[in-house]
Protein backbone atom coordinates (compact mmCIF):
# COMPACT_ATOMS: atom_id res chain seq x y z
CA UNK A 1 0.00 0.00 0.00
CA UNK A 2 1.73 3.16 -1.15
CA UNK A 3 1.82 5.96 1.51
CA UNK A 4 -0.06 9.12 0.40
CA UNK A 5 1.30 12.47 0.31
CA UNK A 6 0.47 15.05 2.91
CA UNK A 7 -1.10 18.13 1.77
CA UNK A 8 0.04 21.73 1.53
CA UNK A 9 -2.49 23.03 3.45
CA UNK A 10 -2.21 20.92 6.70
CA UNK A 11 -1.36 23.31 10.06
CA UNK A 12 -1.03 23.03 13.61
CA UNK A 13 -2.57 24.76 16.45
CA UNK A 14 0.31 26.61 17.43
CA UNK A 15 0.89 28.07 14.14
CA UNK A 16 -2.89 28.56 13.93
CA UNK A 17 -2.86 30.72 16.81
CA UNK A 18 0.27 32.43 16.23
CA UNK A 19 -1.35 33.61 12.88
CA UNK A 20 -4.31 34.84 14.73
CA UNK A 21 -2.22 36.54 16.77
CA UNK A 22 -0.43 37.77 14.25
CA UNK A 23 -3.34 39.28 12.44
CA UNK A 24 -5.34 40.42 15.24
CA UNK A 25 -4.51 43.97 15.36
CA UNK A 26 -6.09 44.67 11.86
CA UNK A 27 -8.51 46.44 11.84
CA UNK A 28 -11.63 45.07 9.60
CA UNK A 29 -12.51 41.44 11.00
CA UNK A 30 -13.16 40.99 7.08
CA UNK A 31 -10.07 41.84 6.23
CA UNK A 32 -8.92 38.94 8.82
CA UNK A 33 -11.57 36.47 7.56
CA UNK A 34 -10.18 37.14 4.23
CA UNK A 35 -6.81 36.29 5.06
CA UNK A 36 -8.02 33.56 7.46
CA UNK A 37 -10.32 31.71 4.31
CA UNK A 38 -7.27 32.53 2.21
CA UNK A 39 -5.08 30.64 4.38
CA UNK A 40 -7.29 28.02 4.81
CA UNK A 41 -8.18 27.57 1.11
CA UNK A 42 -11.68 27.58 2.03
CA UNK A 43 -14.18 26.88 -0.56
CA UNK A 44 -18.09 28.20 -1.78
CA UNK A 45 -19.70 25.74 0.61
CA UNK A 46 -17.61 26.77 3.09
CA UNK A 47 -19.66 29.60 5.28
CA UNK A 48 -17.33 31.48 7.47
CA UNK A 49 -18.70 34.62 9.08
CA UNK A 50 -16.81 35.03 12.26
CA UNK A 51 -13.92 33.89 13.67
CA UNK A 52 -15.69 31.39 15.60
CA UNK A 53 -16.67 29.40 12.44
CA UNK A 54 -13.13 29.62 11.17
CA UNK A 55 -11.88 28.34 14.14
CA UNK A 56 -14.12 25.66 14.02
CA UNK A 57 -13.69 24.75 10.64
CA UNK A 58 -9.55 24.62 11.39
CA UNK A 59 -10.11 22.94 14.01
CA UNK A 60 -12.53 20.16 12.25
CA UNK A 61 -9.87 20.15 9.49
CA UNK A 62 -7.34 19.32 12.18
CA UNK A 63 -9.17 16.52 13.46
CA UNK A 64 -9.86 15.06 10.02
CA UNK A 65 -6.12 15.55 9.84
CA UNK A 66 -4.74 13.73 12.74
CA UNK A 67 -7.08 11.01 11.71
CA UNK A 68 -5.67 10.68 8.42
CA UNK A 69 -2.09 11.05 10.15
CA UNK A 70 -3.44 8.26 12.34
CA UNK A 71 -4.50 6.33 9.62
CA UNK A 72 -1.37 6.77 7.79
CA UNK A 73 0.60 5.96 10.54
CA UNK A 74 -1.43 2.78 11.30
CA UNK A 75 -0.92 1.88 7.50
CA UNK A 76 2.76 2.79 7.67
CA UNK A 77 2.90 0.20 10.82
CA UNK A 78 1.35 -2.17 8.77
CA UNK A 79 3.37 -1.58 5.83
CA UNK A 80 6.19 -1.83 8.23
CA UNK A 81 5.17 -5.04 9.62
CA UNK A 82 4.31 -6.56 5.94
CA UNK A 83 7.65 -5.47 4.96
CA UNK A 84 9.22 -7.24 7.81
CA UNK A 85 7.09 -10.47 6.98
CA UNK A 86 8.20 -10.15 3.52
CA UNK A 87 11.74 -9.59 4.24
CA UNK A 88 11.51 -12.59 6.77
CA UNK A 89 10.59 -14.72 3.69
CA UNK A 90 12.55 -13.38 1.70
CA UNK A 91 15.39 -14.53 3.35
CA UNK A 92 13.86 -18.02 4.48
CA UNK A 93 13.19 -18.13 0.67
CA UNK A 94 17.17 -16.75 0.03
CA UNK A 95 18.48 -19.16 2.62
CA UNK A 96 16.11 -22.33 1.08
CA UNK A 97 17.22 -21.14 -2.51
CA UNK A 98 21.04 -21.52 -1.11
CA UNK A 99 20.22 -24.54 0.08
CA UNK A 100 19.26 -26.01 -3.34
CA UNK A 101 22.32 -24.24 -5.09
CA UNK A 102 24.55 -25.99 -2.43
CA UNK A 103 22.32 -29.38 -2.88
CA UNK A 104 22.24 -28.98 -6.80
CA UNK A 105 25.88 -28.50 -7.05
CA UNK A 106 26.58 -31.66 -4.78
CA UNK A 107 24.00 -33.55 -7.41
CA UNK A 108 26.28 -31.82 -10.44
CA UNK A 109 29.10 -32.82 -8.70
CA UNK A 110 28.02 -36.76 -7.90
CA UNK A 111 26.29 -36.31 -11.43
CA UNK A 112 29.91 -35.91 -12.86
CA UNK A 113 31.39 -38.17 -10.89
CA UNK A 114 28.47 -40.56 -12.15
CA UNK A 115 29.05 -39.72 -15.25
CA UNK A 116 33.02 -40.37 -14.97
CA UNK A 117 32.14 -44.17 -13.09
CA UNK A 118 29.90 -44.84 -15.87
CA UNK A 119 32.32 -44.07 -18.79
CA UNK A 120 34.90 -46.08 -16.72
CA UNK A 121 32.26 -49.13 -16.56
CA UNK A 122 31.61 -48.32 -20.32
CA UNK A 123 35.55 -48.60 -21.17
CA UNK A 124 35.38 -52.08 -18.97
CA UNK A 125 32.56 -53.61 -19.99
CA UNK A 126 33.82 -53.18 -24.25
CA UNK A 127 37.40 -54.49 -22.90
CA UNK A 128 35.56 -57.38 -20.88
CA UNK A 129 32.87 -57.67 -24.34
CA UNK A 130 35.94 -57.84 -26.33
CA UNK A 131 38.22 -60.44 -24.27
CA UNK A 132 35.43 -62.45 -23.87
CA UNK A 133 34.74 -62.75 -27.77
CA UNK A 134 38.38 -63.92 -28.00
CA UNK A 135 37.98 -66.07 -25.85
CA UNK A 136 34.85 -67.21 -27.13
CA UNK A 137 36.62 -67.23 -30.97
CA UNK A 138 39.66 -69.27 -29.25
CA UNK A 139 37.37 -71.77 -27.84
CA UNK A 140 35.02 -71.89 -31.15
CA UNK A 141 38.56 -72.96 -33.44
CA UNK A 142 39.51 -75.31 -30.37
CA UNK A 143 36.34 -77.00 -30.19
CA UNK A 144 36.43 -77.08 -34.05
CA UNK A 145 40.06 -78.33 -34.13
CA UNK A 146 38.95 -80.84 -31.67
CA UNK A 147 35.93 -81.88 -33.64
CA UNK A 148 38.06 -81.93 -36.58
CA UNK A 149 41.07 -84.16 -34.85
CA UNK A 150 37.78 -86.24 -33.79
CA UNK A 151 36.79 -86.70 -37.12
CA UNK A 152 40.08 -87.65 -38.71
CA UNK A 153 40.18 -89.82 -35.16
CA UNK A 154 37.06 -91.68 -36.33
CA UNK A 155 37.91 -92.43 -39.57
CA UNK A 156 41.60 -93.27 -38.52
CA UNK A 157 39.92 -95.52 -36.58
CA UNK A 158 37.39 -96.59 -39.12
CA UNK A 159 39.96 -97.26 -41.43
CA UNK A 160 42.40 -99.11 -39.08
CA UNK A 161 39.09 -101.36 -38.35
CA UNK A 162 38.67 -101.92 -42.38
CA UNK A 163 42.39 -102.66 -42.20
CA UNK A 164 42.43 -104.72 -39.49
CA UNK A 165 39.54 -106.99 -40.99
CA UNK A 166 41.43 -106.55 -44.35
CA UNK A 167 43.95 -108.21 -42.50
CA UNK A 168 42.35 -110.66 -40.58
CA UNK A 169 40.70 -111.76 -44.05
CA UNK A 170 43.91 -111.86 -45.53
CA UNK A 171 45.20 -114.28 -42.81
CA UNK A 172 42.29 -116.49 -43.45
CA UNK A 173 43.06 -116.29 -46.70
CA UNK A 174 46.59 -117.19 -45.96
CA UNK A 175 45.92 -119.94 -43.53
CA UNK A 176 43.55 -121.21 -46.21
CA UNK A 177 46.12 -120.88 -48.82
CA UNK A 178 48.01 -123.99 -48.33
CA UNK A 179 45.04 -126.30 -48.34
CA UNK A 180 43.75 -124.60 -51.28
CA UNK A 181 47.10 -124.98 -52.96
CA UNK A 182 47.38 -128.47 -51.72
CA UNK A 183 43.52 -129.10 -52.98
CA UNK A 184 44.36 -127.30 -56.41
CA UNK A 185 47.29 -129.40 -56.86
CA UNK A 186 45.54 -132.55 -56.55
CA UNK A 187 43.33 -131.65 -58.89
CA UNK A 188 45.97 -130.77 -61.40
CA UNK A 189 47.78 -134.06 -60.52
CA UNK A 190 44.45 -135.61 -61.06
CA UNK A 191 43.94 -134.20 -64.44
CA UNK A 192 47.63 -134.83 -65.47
CA UNK A 193 46.89 -138.05 -64.64
CA UNK A 194 43.87 -138.34 -66.45
CA UNK A 195 45.24 -136.26 -69.34
CA UNK A 196 48.30 -139.23 -69.56
CA UNK A 197 45.52 -141.75 -69.54
CA UNK A 198 43.51 -140.31 -72.12
CA UNK A 199 46.81 -139.95 -74.37
CA UNK A 200 48.05 -143.23 -73.33
CA UNK A 201 44.51 -144.43 -74.18
CA UNK A 202 44.03 -142.73 -77.93
CA UNK A 203 47.86 -144.09 -78.69
CA UNK A 204 46.75 -147.67 -78.01
CA UNK A 205 43.54 -147.33 -80.00
CA UNK A 206 45.30 -145.62 -83.01
CA UNK A 207 47.94 -147.93 -82.60
CA UNK A 208 45.42 -150.97 -82.91
CA UNK A 209 43.52 -150.03 -84.96
CA UNK A 210 46.20 -149.64 -87.45
CA UNK A 211 47.07 -152.83 -86.57
CA UNK A 212 43.95 -154.35 -87.38
CA UNK A 213 43.66 -153.13 -90.86
CA UNK A 214 44.69 -155.22 -93.70
CA UNK A 215 48.15 -155.19 -94.66
CA UNK A 216 47.44 -153.14 -97.77
CA UNK A 217 44.99 -150.49 -95.83
CA UNK A 218 47.71 -149.92 -93.40
CA UNK A 219 50.81 -149.47 -95.67
CA UNK A 220 48.13 -146.77 -97.29
CA UNK A 221 47.99 -144.83 -93.72
CA UNK A 222 49.42 -141.72 -93.94
CA UNK A 223 52.88 -141.31 -93.28
CA UNK A 224 52.61 -137.94 -90.95
CA UNK A 225 49.45 -139.57 -88.54
CA UNK A 226 51.90 -141.95 -87.21
CA UNK A 227 55.13 -138.92 -87.01
CA UNK A 228 52.49 -136.81 -85.41
CA UNK A 229 51.88 -139.41 -82.76
CA UNK A 230 55.59 -140.69 -82.37
CA UNK A 231 56.62 -136.90 -82.27
CA UNK A 232 53.86 -136.41 -79.82
CA UNK A 233 55.28 -139.19 -77.68
CA UNK A 234 58.79 -137.43 -78.07
CA UNK A 235 58.06 -133.97 -77.93
CA UNK A 236 56.05 -134.91 -74.21
CA UNK A 237 58.92 -136.39 -73.05
CA UNK A 238 61.79 -134.05 -73.97
CA UNK A 239 59.81 -130.95 -72.71
CA UNK A 240 61.94 -129.05 -70.31
CA UNK A 241 60.97 -127.60 -67.26
CA UNK A 242 62.50 -125.65 -64.38
CA UNK A 243 62.68 -126.82 -60.50
CA UNK A 244 64.43 -125.40 -57.50
CA UNK A 245 66.65 -125.76 -55.10
CA UNK A 246 64.24 -126.41 -52.74
CA UNK A 247 61.00 -126.78 -54.21
CA UNK A 248 58.80 -129.60 -55.03
CA UNK A 249 57.24 -128.50 -57.68
CA UNK A 250 58.52 -128.18 -61.61
CA UNK A 251 57.93 -124.74 -63.39
CA UNK A 252 57.72 -122.86 -66.45
CA UNK A 253 59.78 -120.44 -67.61
CA UNK A 254 59.40 -117.31 -66.26
CA UNK A 255 57.11 -118.34 -63.58
CA UNK A 256 57.82 -115.90 -60.46
CA UNK A 257 59.18 -118.98 -58.06
CA UNK A 258 62.43 -119.05 -59.69
CA UNK A 259 63.70 -115.57 -58.39
CA UNK A 260 66.21 -117.76 -56.25
CA UNK A 261 67.52 -120.62 -58.15
CA UNK A 262 66.31 -121.92 -61.75
CA UNK A 263 67.75 -125.62 -62.83
CA UNK A 264 66.57 -127.18 -66.07
CA UNK A 265 64.91 -130.60 -66.61
CA UNK A 266 63.03 -132.74 -68.73
CA UNK A 267 59.55 -133.15 -67.32
CA UNK A 268 60.24 -136.83 -67.67
CA UNK A 269 62.94 -136.60 -64.84
CA UNK A 270 60.87 -134.10 -63.04
CA UNK A 271 58.07 -136.66 -62.27
CA UNK A 272 60.81 -139.51 -61.60
CA UNK A 273 62.18 -137.02 -58.99
CA UNK A 274 58.74 -137.03 -57.60
CA UNK A 275 58.10 -133.08 -58.67
CA UNK A 276 54.65 -131.70 -59.29
CA UNK A 277 53.50 -129.05 -61.75
CA UNK A 278 52.97 -125.48 -60.02
CA UNK A 279 49.36 -124.20 -60.13
CA UNK A 280 51.05 -120.35 -60.88
CA UNK A 281 52.13 -121.33 -63.97
Request: with cysteine; charged share 35%.
Given at each position: ????????????????????????????????????????????????????????????????????????????????????????????????VEGLSNKIDVMLKNEEKLEKEIEGLKR????????????????????????????????????????????????????????????????????????????????????????????????????????????????????????????????????????NSCIPISIIEARALGLTRCSQC
Amino acid sequence: MNQQEEKPNQIDESSFWKLATDTAGRKEEDTLLEGMGDFLELGPSDKANNLDDIIQISTSRMQNLEEELKQEREEKDQLRRNQKSFEDQVTKLTKLVEGLSNKIDVMLKNEEKLEKEIEGLKRVQELQKRSLSKLLTNQKERLEESMLEQERKNEQEKKLEELEKTVANLEESKANIPTMMNQMQRRVDSLDLKVEEVKARSEQSILNSTLHLPRTESERVPQQILGSVFRGQSNSSEMTVYRTNTGKKYHSRGCQWLYNSCIPISIIEARALGLTRCSQC
